[in-house]
């Protein structure tokens, strides 16, 4: 027969078409999330437990953590808030509350518009040239500057055609658009204007991975920032440089990287149940009952999707907050028998997690249960990605980029698929592929792995 047709859901799992017609809301960041599983499963092949993930295409750019192993997932999502970013700004969009992988999302992507406001301040998005017409150097009717344009003048992307020779660019353009839109309202030379645009997309970019690190109670300097999607691992060393990140990984494929982590998600279905109760005097065998029934409908679950139990799993979590507290947070709960010490240890383990999170915590005050949640999971066989390599396809030329700390100078171009496992690179330099471009800052150094990603550390 045919294969069992999946929909990749915003909690980082799959799930049938007969769910996601029943909760569409399920899918509405299905794109990034798919993302951030394969970062985690770059994280997992290299053996990386520290992530911070950054997806930068052409229209937004996407931040998440992954901490020890663990993507981190949230109760509720907003949509539409914030102007320029989603869950910026908390009651500015609408609010979802169904699980979804904790992402930051900004208006800072390949297309994003440069322009200046009436006060002559030069801003970068929220608006986007899309593909159609997209950047002015695409050739499609364009007129507005984009990063696209920006990363081409200071010759971080090919001035003469991307995707592998199959995109004619126009760097004329380009710099027409720049000059005319933004440095002559400015008083800019076109290089400047150029500059100007990517310093302020890289720090709206900053802002985003800050607020999934730093504050999540995350010290950025403790994970390696992998980078992906089109135009990520151009502006991905820059960002590192700002949060002082000590690597960056950019996997094989980065321009489609997401599609691995769709094919790779494993089948994910979320429960709850809302009990509110006092854990000091919660009577354990009602969170006993509540949890074997929940068990029992998952178990089912995964037995009619055809998973065999040596591929399922069930994981338990409940939203827990202290008294007259207006949200909760997710603690993870032991497997085995809930106990009165089970839950002692519930409530030990919010007083962490509420530390971490806000930086401080009141062993002191009554803790209370609001829901009880369980995930579960049919495992799906695990992926590897395989190196490809092609010494024929060697390229090495040099063209002028600017950095801020050489200005436009002098720098080696080198064409991914010829790289050979252990070749370092010495920043600055370019390293181009048909789907992404990485740019090597000065002070960094890129090494080519066994596997096909470039790990750039700082020299």
């Known amino acids: 027969g045919l294969p069992q047709l999946y929909v990749m859901g915003s909690n980082g799992g799959v799930f049938d078409i007969a769910e996601a017609l029943r909760m569409p809301a399920m899918a509405i960041e299905s794109g990034p999330a798919a993302g951030v599983i394969a970062a985690a499963l770059a994280g ?70 440069g322009w200046v406001d009436p006060g002559g301040a030069l801003k970068v998005g929220p608006h986007s040239a899309g593909a159609d017409p997209g950047p002015a150097a695409y050739g499609k009717g364009g007129r507005e500057p984009t990063v696209s344009d920006a990363d081409i003048v200071l010759g971080y992307l090919d001035r003469e055609a991307l995707l592998g020779g199959a995109l004619a660019v126009d760097a004329a353009a380009a710099e027409t658009a720049i000059r005319d839109r933004i440095g002559a309202p400015l008083g800019l030379a076109v290089t400047d204007a150029a500059a100007a645009m990517v310093e302020i997309v890289n720090s709206n970019m900053a802002e985003a991975l800050r607020i999934v690190s730093i504050e999540r109670g995350h010290d950025p300097r403790e994970f390696a920032l992998i980078a992906f999607g089109g135009a990520g691992p151009v502006h991905a060393a820059a960002l590192a440089d700002e949060l002082q990140i000590p690597e960056v990984i950019v996997p094989p494929a980065p321009g489609a990287f997401s599609a691995l982590g769709l094919v790779a998600s494993d089948l994910k279905r979320h429960y709850s149940r809302t009990l509110y109760a006092d854990l000091a005097t919660l ?75 806000y930086g401080h915590a009141n062993p002191r005050e009554t803790v209370q249960l609001v829901n009880l949640r369980l995930t579960a999971l049919g495992h799906m066989p695990s992926l590897s990605l395989a190196r490809r390599t092609d010494p024929s396809a060697a390229r090495r030329r040099q063209r002028e980029v600017w950095f801020r700390e050489t200005g436009l100078a002098p720098c080696p171009v080198h064409w991914r698929d010829g790289l050979a496992a252990g070749e370092d690179l010495v920043g600055p330099a370019i390293v181009e592929a048909a789907d992404s471009t990485v740019v090597v800052s000065p002070g960094w150094i890129a090494a080519v792995d066994s596997r096909g990603y470039i790990r750039l550390s700082r020299r």
């Open 44 to 113: 997992n092949e290299l053996g990386r437990a520290n992530l911070i993930s950054f997806d930068m295409g052409g229209t937004t750019a996407k931040a998440s953590l992954i901490a020890g192993g663990e993507i981190a997932v949230t109760a509720e999502y907003e949509v539409g808030g914030g102007g320029a970013a989603k869950r910026w700004l908390q009651g500015t969009g609408h609010p979802v509350r169904v699980p979804v992988i904790d992402l930051v999302e900004v208006s800072a992507g390949g297309g994003s518009i």
């Open 283 to 357: 009577d354990p065998a009602r969170v006993a009952e509540l949890l074997a029934r929940m068990e029992e409908t998952a178990t089912d679950m995964l037995a009619a999707a055809g998973i065999p139990p040596d591929r399922r799993a069930l994981v338990r979590a409940a939203d827990v907050r202290y008294r007259r507290q207006a949200y909760e947070l997710t603690v993870p709960m032991v497997h085995g028998p809930i106990t009165r010490a089970a839950l002692d240890n519930l409530a030990a383990a919010f007083h962490d997690k509420h530390l971490q999170t």
